[in-house]
């Protein structure tokens, strides 16, 4: 494919990975060789181009200046195939006048390579740190090495000597690393090659690390089973279910994309999402914001393709609408709608955000994401079932009847002194009022009463008390345009709502 990209396109940019630099390296050699063509190479460490077989050079002291002459320099050379490491993560680091005129030159030798009858190439191989301006992206065309296939990673592993008949779950294990990875992975742990369950541990382990160094973080089980209130985002999560099944592919169904959380802070959308992850039975993948912004487009695009070989996995995006606010955020939002309308893998995106007129409408709109939910405040009976749960960490009563260690008269005396309240200040409730039992002297037998919750109510001060105006404003623009995540059913708890915060 690589081959094939060179002999049509004058500028390729090939994206690669610190530790897989030397293959990537290997890869490009073996191309020149079948070309016939000379392959040099230009980095930080070697201002002017070397032969990749006799690499060196010294530190360079003025890199902007370099990449600009190494440039024009190639206008003097007719045939051979030159490599520039990093160059783009070079230009960003210089003044905005230094960089538009290495842009200048990239754009002029365009020019200049069509004129040579494809005798002078250029790659740009780039690890994911720099960004290519958009006008420059119509003149590059990108490359990245596709990451090993399942037949592929079975070769390699028999390669090493290792059964895979004996640990099949080994290839799903390596699935999403590349090949000199998983070389590193294995290597590291040769002192368990024959013992497979505990070399599947901590392959595991060193994929999910490997990960996170990359923005991708793999979040563990959470310690509950289930979310108070939240009746029809649950209902729904059950379809979600149906939707990844072999019988929805029969019937020619498309896979589902994802759904976006919209809500107030502390309403619930990140606690959902583990929760939701937990219910399909997939890895919940937090994508770092961080990270994405500054390794721009090309690090969020390695990032969702190494989503894609991970599959099935729940792609979690919190503070969704920072993602689009900065110079990059066109074309971050591009890359998103082009996978999502284009992906063929068993994943499921769960976007979470406060303010849904911060999002760019092209998200929002049919055929984007599946659904749009927004998580209002727990109504009385989602405020029982929600601090039940949380009281059932610490005092195991409440998890052995209805209505836990309190009365229905003491319930409807806690769901009233809540009112407005989300459901992370119920939790911090729970929390508070069981350290206030353990302090006492309870020790492993802390019982949570009215009396302590109330108190422990006085302790957490709600966001509503203290911005009504700004909580309002959140949930009156969300509602006209999501579905509620809670059907608010009455109940015999319910009591009178009220609109602006009474009370200490």
Request: hydrophobic content about 40%.
């Amino acid at each position: 494919m690589l081959k094939n990209l060179i002999r049509n396109y004058p500028l390729i940019k090939v994206e690669t990975t610190v530790i897989d630099r030397q293959h990537t390296l290997d890869k490009i050699q073996l191309v020149g060789d079948e070309l016939n063509k000379p392959v040099y190479l230009w980095s930080l460490l070697q201002p002017d181009f070397q032969p990749l077989s006799t690499m060196g050079g010294t530190l360079n002291l003025h890199p902007a200046k370099a990449a600009i002459e190494s440039i024009s320099s190639l206008q003097a050379n007719i045939n051979g195939l030159y490599v520039f490491e990093n160059l783009f993560a070079t230009i960003d680091a210089v003044s905005p006048i230094e960089r538009e005129g290495c842009y200048q030159a990239i754009s002029q030798l365009f020019a200049r390579l069509n004129q040579l009858n494809r005798e002078c190439l250029v790659i740009f191989m780039e690890s994911g740190r720099g960004h290519i301006p958009s006008y420059l992206s119509q003149i590059i065309w990108e490359y990245k090495f596709p990451l090993p296939t399942n037949f592929e990673l079975t070769t390699l592993l028999l390669e090493q000597g290792i059964n895979i008949a004996e640990s099949p779950r080994l290839v799903n294990i390596l699935a999403g690393l590349t090949i000199e990875e998983i070389t590193v992975g294995i290597r590291a742990n040769r002192d368990v090659l024959t013992n497979l369950e505990t070399l599947g541990d901590r392959l595991l382990d060193y994929k999910y690390t490997l990960f996170k160094s990359f923005g991708l973080e793999f979040i563990g089980d959470t310690t509950t089973q289930d979310i108070g209130g939240m009746d029809l985002v649950k209902e729904a999560l059950a379809e979600v279910k149906m939707d990844f099944t072999p019988a929805a592919r029969e019937c020619g169904l498309p896979l589902p994309r994802g759904w976006i959380l919209v809500g107030i802070p502390g309403a619930g959308k990140t606690y959902f999402a583990k929760i939701c992850a937990q219910k399909l039975g997939f890895p919940l993948v937090n994508i770092g914001i961080d990270v994405v912004k500054s390794g721009g487009v090309a690090k969020f695009k390695q990032l969702l393709s190494r989503i894609d070989a991970c599959a099935p996995n729940m792609p979690y995006l919190d503070e969704f609408d920072k993602f689009f606010v900065d110079e990059h955020g066109k074309e971050l939002l591009g890359i998103l709608l082009t996978w999502l309308n284009e992906k063929s893998s068993a994943t499921f995106v769960l976007a979470t955000l406060n303010r849904l007129e911060n999002l760019p409408p092209e998200l929002t709109r049919a055929g984007r994401f599946d659904r749009v939910f927004y998580v209002d405040f727990p109504s009385s009976d989602e405020r029982k079932q929600i601090l039940q749960l949380h009281c059932a960490r610490f005092d195991k009563r409440y998890a052995q009847s209805e209505h836990g260690a309190m009365s229905i008269e003491e319930w409807l005396t806690i769901i009233e002194a809540t009112n407005k309240y989300t459901g992370a200040e119920l939790e911090q409730m729970a929390i508070v009022a069981a350290k206030m039992q353990f302090y006492k002297g309870r020790g492993q037998n802390i019982q949570i009463d009215a009396d302590s919750l109330l108190t422990a109510r006085n302790r957490v001060k709600s966001l509503y008390s203290r911005n009504p105006e700004g909580v309002l404003a959140i949930e009156n623009r969300a509602k006209a345009f999501t579905e509620a995540a809670s059907s608010n059913k009455p109940t015999a708890l319910d009591l009178p709502e009220l609109d602006i915060y009474v009370g200490t």
